[in-house]
């Protein structure tokens, strides 16, 4: 039996064409079938680096039927690049049925990274946060997209949203309405593209900033939002702690707190956490 082909999971830029990586022109030029998630905007892309290439199209309406065709081309050694419309296949776009059903069939799958709107938006946000968590798109009803908000609401996390032009304004109106207006918020415009802005200000003025000029609702948004403050710490009264410390000193932590609890009167959660930092 011949050898099979690999399934190249490619990305490509969301504005700048000159964010394109060395190694996706390569795979782009040699593979033996491009699947598109639009084959007519894949097309002015490889015009643009002169590469001609067989197109197959593979969207959310056909994804299901093409993967057999593929599999097929790529156990017939075919090597098989995949492409969405901008950025990272499968993150917001379709391809990861594809490469579920591709790897399900044993055949080999490589990813070749590059532009993803939410990591260039994160990476200029200046949010000095350790993690993140990526929703992609919010509901498109606003029942729904206040219920998923809520959701949200207490993750220690910032949250990173994708949003298009004509949802923004009553987007943002929810974030502000669920989240609190305490909450910064990064909105990250047109990256990498000509009318590129990054904009950070509290969530209560937000929805004034978009108002003040037309122009910032135009386009396509990351919006970067940070994540829940850390609750507040219970204080444990002076009397609570030397009761906690004389007990620790004597008696197991449990039974230390449990009886530091019953006799000061204090949360037991507040004094476990104490006991903790005394030990
Ligand atoms: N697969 C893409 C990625 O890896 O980022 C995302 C595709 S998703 C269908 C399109 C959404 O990504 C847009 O509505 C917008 O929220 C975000 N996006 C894509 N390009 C962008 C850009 N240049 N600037 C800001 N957001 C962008």
């Known amino acids: 039996m011949s050898a099979v082909g690999t399934l190249y999971v490619v990305a490509t830029p969301i504005g700048n064409l000159q964010d394109i990586t060395l190694r996706a022109l390569e795979i782009l030029k040699s593979a033996h079938i491009v699947a598109a998630e639009d084959t007519r905007n894949t097309s002015h892309l490889l015009g643009h680096f002169g590469i001609s290439a067989r197109l197959m199209a593979l969207h959310e309406h056909n994804e299901q039927l093409a993967a057999p065709k593929v599999i097929a081309a790529l156990q017939a050694g075919k090597t098989v690049a995949l492409v969405s419309d901008a950025g990272t296949p499968g993150v917001s776009d379709p391809g990861s049925l594809l490469v579920r059903t591709v790897r399900a069939a044993g055949l080999p799958v490589v990813p070749l990274p590059g532009p993803s709107a939410v990591v260039c938006a994160l990476s200029a946000a200046g949010l000095d946060a350790p993690h993140f968590l990526f929703y992609g798109f919010l509901p498109s009803r606003p029942a729904s997209r206040r ?46 593209k000509v009318f590129e802005s990054i904009h950070g200000c509290k969530l209560a003025d937000a929805p004034a900033w978009l108002a003040g000029d037309p122009n910032r609702q135009r386009g396509e948004f990351v919006l970067l939002v940070a994540g829940a403050p850390p609750a507040e710490k219970e204080e444990i009264g002076a009397e609570a702690q030397r009761i906690l410390s004389l007990l620790l000193a004597e008696l197991p932590l449990k039974q230390a707190v449990k009886l530091a609890a019953e006799i000061s009167g204090e949360k037991k959660n507040a004094l476990y956490d104490l006991a903790l930092q005394l030990k």
Do not use: N
């Open 147 to 192: 219920k998923a908000l809520a959701a949200l609401q207490a993750l220690p996390y910032t949250l990173a949203f994708y949003e298009a032009p004509h949802r923004i304004v009553e987007t943002v109106d929810d974030l502000l309405a669920v989240l609190g207006g305490a909450r910064e918020i990064v909105l990250a415009r047109e990256l990498t």
